[in-house]
Nanobody, 115 residues
Framework: QVQLVESGGGLVQPEGSLRLSCAAS????????MNWYRQAPGKQRELVAT???????YYVDSVKGRFTISRDNAKNTGYLQMNSLKPEDTAVYYC?????????WGQGTQVTVSS
C-alpha cells in the first residue's frame, strides 16, 4: 500500500521560508515522477513543481526562482523548499507520485503566508 505523508506546513510571514517534506512508503520515489500541487480556497488545484525519475525539474512560472523541489533517495522522501513566500502562496499543498499510470496523493499540508 502506497502512502505519502506531507509535513512542514504552517504559518509564515511574507518573505519567509518553509520546507515541506513528503515521506513515501510502498513506492520508490526515485522511480516515479514526484509532484507538488497546491489548492487555494475557491481555486482549482494547480501543479507547482515536478521532479522526474531522472532528476529533471519543472516549476510553474509563479514560483520559479523561489521554490526548489528535491528528493533524498536514501530517505525515500521528497521536499519542496519555499523561499520568499507571498500571501498568494497560501494554499493546501499536496505531494503526488506518478508511476506506471498510477497516481498517489498525500493528505495535504496547510501553508499560510500572512503578517
Amino acid at each position: 500500500q502506497v502512502q505519502l505523508v506531507e509535513s512542514g506546513g504552517g504559518l509564515v510571514q511574507p518573505e519567509g521560508s518553509l520546507r515541506l517534506s513528503c515521506a513515501a512508503s510502498g513506492i520508490i520515489l526515485s522511480m516515479a515522477a514526484m509532484n507538488w500541487y497546491r489548492q487555494a480556497p475557491g481555486k482549482q488545484r494547480e501543479l507547482v513543481a515536478t521532479i522526474t525519475s531522472g532528476g529533471g525539474t519543472y516549476y510553474v512560472d509563479s514560483v520559479k526562482g523561489r521554490f526548489t523541489i528535491s528528493r533524498d533517495n536514501a530517505k525515500n522522501t521528497g521536499y519542496l523548499q519555499m523561499n520568499s513566500l507571498k500571501p498568494e502562496d497560501t494554499a493546501v499543498y499536496y505531494c503526488n507520485a506518478f508511476r506506471l499510470t498510477q497516481r498517489y496523493w498525500g493528505q495535504g499540508t496547510q501553508v499560510t503566508v500572512s503578517s
